[in-house]
């Protein structure tokens, strides 16, 4: 994991397209403006577990479907 210090204001740059500035830091909590493409999906970290584990679940619900498929055919 690369480690930066930024203050508000500053920003990273990721990629050629993607900025990340800091707008704000109170607290533990700190405000993040991002910038990107809209092509680029942004997430919570929550949300984005949120959204692979629903994706593996509907996977395997249609693999159950597929199986079951198959022995309908039969």
Not at 1 to 17: A, C, N, P, Y
Not at 23 to 32: A, P
Request: glycine share 6%; charged share 25%.
């Amino acid at each position: 994991m690369l480690v930066l210090s930024r203050k508000k204001g500053e920003s990273i740059i990721i990629g050629d397209q993607i900025e990340v500035k800091i707008l704000s830091i109170e607290g533990e909590q700190v405000k993040l403006g991002i910038v990107a493409p809209q092509t680029v999906k942004v997430h919570r970290s929550e949300v984005f577990e949120a959204i692979q584990q629903q994706n593996e679940e509907a996977l395997q619900s249609e693999n159950i479907l597929s199986i079951l498929g198959q022995f309908k055919k039969k």
